[in-house]
T-cell receptor, first 115, second 112 residues
């Protein structure tokens, strides 16, 4: 079955540590995205990539980094510079379209807790 | 700057009745609007979308209405079922940019 796999589902981190969240898709989608969900704030875009070896900052990129070395993979690193990293992180992918609604397919999410 | 807003954090409805979820936006240049449904500890799933040139789109129990003059859209669920209990997000997109902007979400609870 095609889909998006995020791992780990739950992750605990000590302050000052970097952590990398994995996102893999087998949908042959060109574009991939990372969103963060906080209570009462909806989904906010961290980074997105429309092509291999290229990515753009979203609305809240500070303290995060990404790479897109393969079409299928878009890992997110939460660095120690991120002030409030505890959140639910969602990875998504989509086809690139020049018309029509851009429907994102989401993974199941990763919950990061900083102790 | 919140371009897409869902001003009702929660909504409670009796099974069989209509659920109406509302969403406001500020940018009249959005091309499409979408609704997503999310269960706890899962990713959102796509429900229904509407083009900015339409005023209504229907899919089974779900209907989305768009009022461009008021910059307002709504999702109607008829009849509501307990399995509809979830967080509902509206989202908007500029096709040329290819990324979605989400509202804060509304928690819908459908009571048996």
């Amino acid at each position: 079955d095609g889909g998006i796999t995020q791992s780990p589902k739950y992750l605990f981190r000590k302050e000052g540590q970097n952590v990398t969240l994995s996102c893999e898709q087998n949908l042959n989608h060109d574009a991939m995205y990372w969103y963060r969900q906080d209570p009462g704030q909806g989904l906010r875009l961290i980074y997105y990539s429309q092509i291999v070896n290229d990515f753009q900052k979203g609305d809240i990129a500070e303290g995060y980094s990404v790479s897109r070395e393969k079409k299928e993979s878009f890992p997110l690193t939460v660095t120690s510079a991120q002030k409030n990293p505890t959140a639910f992180y969602l990875c998504a992918s989509s086809k690139l379209r020049d018309s029509g609604a851009n429907v994102l397919t989401f993974g199941a999410g990763s919950r990061l807790t900083v102790l | 700057d919140q371009q897409v807003k869902q001003n009702s954090p929660s909504l409670s409805v009796q099974e069989g009745r209509i659920s109406i979820l509302n969403c406001d936006y500020t940018n009249s240049m959005f091309d499409y609007f979408l609704w997503y449904k999310k269960y706890p500890a899962e990713g959102p799933t796509f429900l229904i979308s509407i083009s900015s040139i339409k005023d209504k789109n229907e899919d089974g129990r779900f209907t989305v209405f768009l009022n461009k003059s008021a910059k307002h859209l709504s999702l109607h669920i008829v009849p509501s079922q307990p399995g509809d209990s979830a967080v509902y997000f509206c989202a908007a997109i500029f096709v040329s940019y290819g990324k979605l902007t989400f509202g804060q979400g509304t928690i819908l609870t459908v009571h048996p």
